[in-house]
């Protein structure tokens, strides 16, 4: 009796691994699929980098060369001035192309840990978890009830308070208007 117990147990669970895994292998094929994209990106950029950092050199070999041949100064000031331009532009790309390595190989290590986590998945810690997320449920549940009975309470007091304020204005109204009615009735004896 317990050996079919614990065979059915073990089927279930065999049948729960295989949903998951059904489940989640697309998402998986599509982190792996991201990943060999970004690693393609990388190494693109890389080479870009490279190409860049070797115009740079170029141009700046130009730069020197030009400076010691040429003899109006005018001339080399401004040449030197657009190609110290573009080096700069070039170094600012190369910067930019640098900090997108960088966010690049995060999302790398980032879709990589993402990617373990989701082959960690299996169903005593899934079980686990949804036991958490009920105990969570339940506690926020309760939170709720209180926030929502001293909610009820605190509209009544106010309630309560709105028709006392509203009291106190019908009896000042009234006395303003004895008051009223008494300082007419001494100007009109007055007269």
Known sequence: MNDTLTLNKLEKLIEMETQIRAEYQPQLEEKEAAISQLTSDKTALEGKVAEL?????????????????SKDTQSL???????????????????SVKSRIKALQKDLVSERAE??????????RLRKNLDASKKKLADKTKAADKLQKSLNQVRSENTELEQKVKDLEAQLEAINANKESQTEEGQQAAA
């Open 53 to 69: 950092e070797k115009i740079i050199a170029t141009q700046l070999a130009t730069i020197t060369e030009l400076s010691s041949k």
């Open 77 to 95: 000031e401004q040449r030197n001035r657009e190609l110290h331009n573009r080096s700069e532009n070039m170094r600012e790309e190369v910067a």
């Open 115 to 124: 990617l373990a986590e989701l082959k960690k998945y299996d169903p005593p």
